[in-house]
């Protein structure tokens, strides 16, 4: 099976700071891949550089066999791949419906072949939200929301970018358990609508549970690659990020 996504000898330094070093990495259609490492690993720096937010010296992305290099962030994002970020930033005057509208109409749109309209958009964000459990707050403003529902907000707008990857970005920072599992039961449901996942976390409860594998970053280097429960006993691993 050919990869969704193939990151090949990719390198990025700023000045003399070496933030990845060669990084091989394969994400299957379909799969839930966990990446992690601890801070300062790489792994913003990775999903940056696979969004096209920075450019990477060496190396390349390709995505649904097509060559992302040279690509911008938002013609990438055109193309099938969304990320969700740690720090939520909604349009703050725009209602939650009317957060969901703007990736519609700036990445399904702007597509060839885009053609949502009229009802079908207002459909279309109310059937988005429905999904992650906002509906009912469709018209009111994102300064209503409880934190949770801010990350489920930013996994809506994610998703109303109709992706084939959507990069989840610590969606479960700050969260209590139980809403914890309410990140990990969306993030699931996304996956088996067809939705392939990379989710980064620090939570290692929510990592296991919610991945199929798992890569593990640390210092700019991919040091391994394989089912959670192989990973988390390497030794090298344990010492350079769970802890000896």
């Known amino acids: 099976m050919t990869a969704l ?3 090949s000898g990719l390198s990025k330094r700023f000045g003399g700071f070496v933030a990845l070093d060669g990084i091989d990495l394969d994400v299957q259609p ?6 992690i490492g601890p801070n300062g690993s790489g792994k913003s720096t990775l999903v940056n550089c696979i969004c096209g937010t920075l450019h990477n010296e060496t190396g390349s992305v390709r995505f649904a066999d097509e060559t ?3 690509l911008t962030a938002h013609q990438r994002t055109r193309r099938g791949l969304a990320r969700s970020f740690q720090l939520p930033r909604p349009f703050a005057s725009l209602s939650l419906a009317e957060n969901v509208r703007i990736p519609i109409l700036y990445s399904v749109n702007a597509r060839a072949g885009g053609h949502l309209h009229g009802a ?9 939200l429905g999904m992650v459990g906002l509906l009912a707050k469709a018209r009111q403003m994102p300064r209503d929301l409880t934190q949770i529902e801010m990350r489920k907000l930013e996994l809506a707008r994610a998703m109303a970018a ?4 959507l990069i989840s970005d610590e969606a479960m920072a700050g969260l209590s358990h139980a809403e914890v599992d309410e990140i990990i039961a969306l993030l699931i449901r996304l996956n088996e609508q067809g939705v392939t996942v990379i989710m980064i976390e620090h939570i290692m409860r929510a990592v296991m549970e919610f991945s199929q594998r798992l890569a593990v970053l640390v210092a700019g280097k991919k040091i391994a690659d394989g089912p959670p429960k192989d990973i988390v006993r390497d030794p090298e691993v344990v010492k350079a990020y769970l802890g000896e």
Not at 120 to 128: G, K, P, Q, V, Y
């Open 5 to 7: 996504l193939q990151v």
């Open 162 to 165: 109709q992706p084939k990857l």
């Open 30 to 35: 379909g799969e839930r891949l966990g990446l």
């Open 120 to 128: 079908a958009i207002d459909e279309r964000c109310l059937e988005l």
């Open 68 to 70: 992302l290099d040279g």
